[in-house]
């Protein structure tokens, strides 16, 4: 979908009936593209709660592989990134592909310390957007032409309210989240967990509950091994998910053969850490009654305790 809902003006050009021909490039021109030299771990922020500093703690001793796999992971797509600003590759198509990208890239790299001082839940809409930014780039192979609609149009004068036409440029793409297994899981699963359900509000807030008791913690920022793990995964999914598509972009980000080769190890190596039996991650369960669940595996709040299976 574009920014224009209603039936196109029938002299404009990329609303004629019958168009066979490809629309034309769009009339702006990649002037500009800072990407960042690198991406390094967040320090520790001044004046978090006693809680939160004890899960940044114990989160960076416990969870270290994971946090230099999410650092290895940023850093590659940043340099991953850079190689669509050369001169053969600077096209708004490229431009198309970044843009995505680039709120992508922010959604993980600003989960990453929320996840590090135990605030889990204000994680979940971070990774819930990245899945739809890494999905919506991989929707352009197929939709590239509704954002050439969009950046025709984009940018005029709209005499009615005096104010600068951008266009809202509606896309989603539901087919690509769909498509791949993982990021399936992630987007149900995060959806699911970030609004006010009733079960996933309980383990956020009472982890420890039983059916006899509820022990709430009011703004819970206190260490959570599974909440930890299951995230950091997610995270790492995701990113695998986003160089992937990059990967299979070289006409617009043609990054040499020694960073792709760098890129396919660092999906190897999550393979591997997420492969793990003994780490927390949810399942699709489908119960009886036909419904598909969630089955969290391996909840645990700390090492020595007992992993629970929670079905939500």
């Not at 969870?63 to 190689?83: C, E, G, H, V, Y």
């Not at 600003?110 to 809409?125: E, I, M, T």
């Not at 819970?220 to 992937?244: N, S």
């Not at 009654?289 to 709040?301: K, Y």
Request: with cysteine.
């Amino acid at each position: 979908m574009t920014n224009h809902d209603g039936p196109g003006d029938e002299h404009d050009p990329l609303s004629m009936a019958g168009r066979e021909l490809p629309l034309l490039d769009p009339p702006q021109r990649v002037s500009g593209m800072r990407v960042p030299a690198a991406w390094t771990l967040p320090e520790r922020p001044e004046g978090l709660s006693p809680a939160a500093a004890d899960a940044w703690r114990q989160s960076g001793f416990l969870l270290a592989a994971d946090l230099r796999l999410l650092a290895q992971s940023l850093d590659l797509q940043l340099r991953m990134a850079a190689t669509g600003y050369t001169p053969r590759a600077r096209t708004m198509a490229m431009a198309a592909y970044a843009s995505l990208w680039s709120r992508a890239f922010s959604s993980l790299a600003d989960a990453a310390p929320l996840v590090r001082q135990g605030s889990y839940q204000s994680a979940l809409p971070l990774l819930r957007q990245a899945v739809e930014l890494v999905a919506a780039q991989a929707g352009l192979v197929a939709d590239l032409d509704l954002f050439k609609t969009w950046a025709h149009r984009a940018y005029a004068r709209d005499p009615a309210s005096r104010a600068e036409e951008v266009g809202l440029g509606r896309y989603f793409s539901g087919e690509s989240i769909a498509g791949d297994e993982q990021l399936r899981l992630i987007y149900r699963a995060a959806s699911d967990l970030g609004r006010p359900n009733f079960g996933p509000t309980a383990l956020f807030v009472a982890a420890d509950a039983t059916h006899e008791r509820y022990p709430l913690i009011f703004a819970d920022q206190a260490f959570h091994l599974g909440w930890a793990q299951l995230l950091l995964g997610w995270q790492l999914r995701i990113g695998v998910a986003q160089l992937h598509v990059a990967m299979h972009a070289p006409q617009h980000f043609p990054a040499l053969q020694p960073l792709r080769d760098e890129v396919t190890a660092h999906a190897v190596a999550v393979d591997g850490s997420l492969a793990d039996p003994a780490r927390c991650a949810v399942q699709e369960h489908t119960d009886g009654d036909g419904r598909r669940r969630h089955l969290l595996v391996g909840f645990r709040r700390r090492p020595a305790d007992a992993a629970k299976r929670l079905l939500l």
